[in-house]
């Protein structure tokens, strides 16, 4: 899939707010500071139809927006160490989830994760809870250009190892780079194949 066309739509604070659910919506979520608006801006091909900020936290609405006029990206709050209020930061939660919930149009969550990172609990959580409430999702590993290979490698077997503790299968997953494009024609590919499936 080549985009052509990608642009912001709307910010909302809920769910029953966004636009109407006619077309397929793929949506982005992860860890504050994971690398979420590199990744969009990346896939789009443009180089700041996200915001990107050095301050964890940035994104605070569920974002729309429209691709190829035939799809919504959908940017979600990260979720994790972002220095905000307990109290706003479980608003941010239940605005997710509550739209991950409930959103009919939701064809698949990509949850990202800092492939520099060990096995994070808040990522973990939020992977099981995925599981536990049955929804569709690919992991997506960000800043993969930022380790040598092997360590890239040591750390995504090492993650594969803990998943496979609690899932049967390792869930399907695609290691990323928003710096020199790694991954991009997967996770396009990846959409434009679900939406095929649903326009059958």
């Given at each position: 899939m080549?985009?052509?066309?990608?642009r912001?739509?709307?910010?909302?604070t809920?769910y029953?707010?966004?636009?109407?659910?006619?077309?397929p919506e793929?949506?982005f979520?992860g860890?504050s500071?994971v690398?979420?608006?590199s990744?969009?801006n990346?896939?789009?091909g443009?180089?700041?139809?996200?915001?990107?900020s050095?301050?964890?936290g940035?994104?605070?609405l569920?974002?729309?927006?429209?691709?190829?006029n035939?799809?919504?990206?959908?940017?979600l709050?990260?979720?994790?160490?972002?220095k905000?209020?307990?109290?706003?930061r479980?608003k941010?939660?239940?605005m997710s989830?509550?739209?991950?919930?409930?959103?009919?149009?939701?064809i698949?969550?990509?949850?990202l994760?800092?492939?520099?990172?060990t096995p994070?609990k808040s990522d973990?959580?939020?992977?099981?809870?995925?599981?536990?409430?049955?929804?569709?999702?690919v992991?997506?590993?960000?800043?993969?250009?930022?380790l040598?290979k092997?360590k890239l490698n040591?750390?995504?077997?090492n993650?594969?190892s803990?998943?496979l503790e609690?899932w049967?299968?390792?869930?399907?997953?695609?290691?990323?780079?928003a710096?020199?494009g790694?991954g991009?024609?997967?996770?396009?590919?990846?959409i434009a194949?679900?939406?095929?499936k649903?326009a059958?």
């Amino acid at each position: 899939m080549e985009i052509f066309d990608a642009r912001f739509i709307v910010s909302n604070t809920g769910y029953l707010k966004c636009p109407v659910p006619d077309i397929p919506e793929f949506a982005f979520i992860g860890r504050s500071n994971v690398g979420k608006s590199s990744l969009i801006n990346m896939l789009a091909g443009r180089k700041n139809l996200a915001k990107i900020s050095g301050t964890p936290g940035k994104t605070r609405l569920i974002n729309h927006f429209i691709i190829n006029n035939s799809w919504y990206l959908v940017d979600l709050p990260g979720y994790g160490f972002a220095k905000i209020s307990k109290s706003v930061r479980i608003k941010w939660e239940k605005m997710s989830q509550d739209y991950l919930l409930h959103r009919v149009n939701l064809i698949n969550t990509f949850i990202l994760i800092d492939s520099r990172l060990t096995p994070q609990k808040s990522d973990l959580e939020f992977i099981s809870w995925f599981g536990e409430k049955n929804l569709p999702f690919v992991l997506i590993f960000t800043k993969s250009d930022k380790l040598s290979k092997s360590k890239l490698n040591s750390n995504l077997e090492n993650y594969k190892s803990i998943l496979l503790e609690y899932w049967e299968e390792a869930p399907v997953s695609v290691v990323t780079s928003a710096r020199t494009g790694k991954g991009k024609d997967e996770i396009l590919t990846m959409i434009a194949a679900m939406n095929k499936k649903m326009a059958i």
